[in-house]
């Protein structure tokens, strides 16, 4: 677990610096970040006792990685290094009670939110209750985290920050091909991260 922590946070670094080159020391809202995006999965699962609701569970997985995202930024100090951030990370998920924890989608997301909006930081160990009740496991989290990843930078390369990215490609947004591609992909192979890369540029410019 600690390499792929390692893997993960060595390629969030990545993305964060292409946002802005002294991010760590930004001070940036991460834990903001963080409760919205558990909103979002909110209401993507569905909450509304009123009106028949379908939850759709992959647009939650979808929004669990994006959590992650953020929640990773959120450990970063400029005094710790990588290793050690890696470590007591999976220290506190290791330590979290995911197995006698049956916390639904709906309770484990307020909870990371709470601890989110309230306390102003990322909890490891409540975030792997949530991911438990989405029906991920550690193994996934870091298939869609990288092709997520990917698709940032792709994001970025493509004018993202100025407003000139098209989010929806033939009816579909940018997310939904992903998966599709993620899927056509094996994601151990070293040059995975550049395949899928590649895939999402042709498909993008296929569409133009």
């Excluded at 033939?170 to 991260?193: C, F, K, S, V, Y």
């Amino acid at each position: 677990m600690q390499d792929a922590l390692l893997t993960m946070l060595r390629m969030q670094d990545r993305m964060n610096t292409r946002v802005h080159p002294e991010w760590i020391d930004q001070g940036f809202a991460w834990h903001r970040a963080i409760w919205v995006e558990c909103a979002e999965l909110v209401d993507h699962y569905g909450y509304k006792w009123w009106k028949h609701q379908d939850h759709d569970l992959a647009q939650v997985q979808l929004e669990v990685v994006d959590i992650w995202h953020f929640g990773m930024s959120a450990c970063f100090r400029p005094d710790l290094g990588l290793e050690e951030l890696a470590q007591s990370m999976e220290d506190e998920w290791q330590g979290a009670s995911t197995d006698n924890n049956h916390a639904g989608v709906l309770e484990a997301a307020e909870k990371l939110a709470g601890v989110a909006a309230i306390e102003g930081r990322f909890s490891v160990a409540d975030f792997a209750v949530l991911l438990k009740a989405a029906q991920m496991s550690f193994e996934d989290l870091v298939r869609q985290y990288l092709g997520k990843n990917v698709l940032n930078f792709f994001r970025q390369d493509n004018g993202y920050k100025d407003g000139t990215y098209r989010k929806l490609w033939q009816g579909r947004e940018d997310n939904e091909h992903l998966m599709e591609l993620l899927d056509q992909i094996d994601t151990a192979a070293p040059e995975a991260e550049q395949q899928l890369y590649s895939a999402l540029d042709e498909r993008y410019r296929a569409t133009a």
